[in-house]
């Protein structure tokens, strides 16, 4: 439970140790830039208008105001920048980037969002109610640089459909999103001294884990990567979606357009081009034709889908779907770097097995530096905020 005195504690570390104990390690401000493309300012906040900003969402902060830790303002600003499109055409992405009003060296934390299924709820537009507006500032008045990456299918690149849960895109466009926010800082002179820590949540769970595998296995010097947190991610995409296929599940038509929106998403990417009659039952199969995501199915999933589809990846014979599953499962690797993955147990919309899964096959690989942080009783949304307070007092602790 989080109670009040907990979260001041934490929040007051947390600055403290931003605040006395970080090193200078920036780079060399002459590189000419290869990913950064251009940046807009958004807003600049004063640490007034950044108190009166957080205060609209008390209840992210278990009660307890914002007086008690916002420590200054903070500048946003739009980037945008080179990366690869699914296909590894060049395509042209977006992000935040909030600057706390802070002087000396900075660490900077990359959230990787939740699911949206409305384009205006991107960061990089900064809207009232969106993570970044709310997490972004936060992480900004606690003193730390925040980069916000949109992914393929939002702001910049909306013209293009979205990759959800789509491992390596996602990795890859959050990961260039570093390398311009970089860039960016060495042509503002903005003193980040290359530690970096990851965070994010449900969809942006998932990302952060494959932003840190990427990271860890691939360009393991590029960053002082501190710490990381996954919070209630999708890691096991094969062992979810055949317990999906074969039990009963919540019937929420919000977790149901997101089980059909990653089953289109694969029948596109890895070019199955099967029509939608073959995963759904009518009605759903319209629905979902002239809805989209929009669609509410209120039943448990595995009534909506035929008996085709399911027979298919539970008895193993579908391998065209099953070898995009484990394209897609994120968690077979050892971390590196001190990661928590934190999930509530009664969690209806992404399963808690998604994290025992993932904490039981690193550990077996021989993984010394991941910890398992079950939340008793919690469901999806319930757990944000426990997930936010841990996140921040585990960073805290890697200074």
């Keep these: 439970m ?6 001041i504690r934490f929040l007051w570390i947390i600055w403290f140790v931003t605040a006395c104990s970080q090193t200078d390690t920036t780079l060399d401000p002459t590189t000419q830039n290869q990913y950064l493309v251009g940046s ?29 830790f916002v420590q200054n303002g903070c500048t946003v600003y739009r980037l945008t920048y080179r990366t690869k499109n699914v296909d590894g055409s060049d395509i042209t992405a977006s992000g935040a980037l909030l600057v706390p009003t802070k002087t000396g060296p900075l660490s900077l934390i990359s959230i990787q969002h939740g699911t949206i299924f409305d384009e205006t709820l991107a960061p990089s ?14 992480g900004a008045a606690l003193g730390y640089l925040i980069a916000y990456p949109d992914y393929i299918g939002y702001g910049e690149s909306k013209q293009v459909l979205h990759p959800y849960e789509h491992r390596k895109t996602l990795a890859s466009s959050s990961y260039d999103m570093l390398l311009a926010v970089r860039e960016f800082c060495q042509q503002k002179s903005i003193g980040w001294n290359n530690n970096l820590y990851l965070s994010g949540y449900s969809q942006g769970g998932g990302a952060t884990m494959g932003l ?29 979606s055949k317990f999906l296929l074969g039990n009963p599940s919540s019937g929420l038509p919000v977790a149901n357009s997101q089980y059909i929106w990653v089953m289109q998403t694969y029948n596109r990417i890895y070019g199955f081009n099967r029509p939608l009659s073959f995963y759904l039952k009518e009605p ?13 199915i209120n039943v448990s999933l595995h009534l909506a889908l035929t008996d085709t589809f399911r027979a ?4 193993g014979t ?42 039981d096959a690193m550990k077996k690989q021989g993984a010394l530096s991941v910890q398992l942080v079950p939340l008793p009783g919690k469901a999806h949304d319930t757990s944000i905020p426990d997930y936010l307070v841990k996140t921040l007092q585990f960073f805290s602790t890697l200074q």
């Design 212 to 240: 840190q595998q990427k990271i860890e296995s691939e360009s393991p010097m590029a960053f002082a990567l501190k710490g990381v947190s996954c919070g209630a991610g999708a890691y096991d995409k094969t062992s979810f």
């Design 284 to 296: 759903y199969a319209t629905q979902v034709q002239s809805q989209g995501t929009a669609a509410t």
């Design 312 to 315: 298919g990846i539970l008895n």
């Design 318 to 359: 579908d391998t065209e779907y099953l070898n995009a599953l484990k394209e897609n499962d994120i968690y077979n690797f050892v971390p590196k770097t001190p990661t928590l993955l934190i999930h509530g147990t009664d969690d209806k919309q992404v399963y808690f097995l998604n994290s025992q899964n993932a904490f």
């Design 40 to 68: 807009t300012q958004l807003a600049q906040l004063t640490k007034e208008q950044t108190l009166a900003q957080l205060k609209q969402d008390a209840t992210l902060f278990g009660g307890v105001s914002p007086d008690l």
């Design 125 to 138: 537009y900064y809207a009232p109610g969106t993570e970044a507006y709310t997490m972004g500032t936060l």
């Design 2 to 7: 989080i109670t009040p005195g907990k979260l």
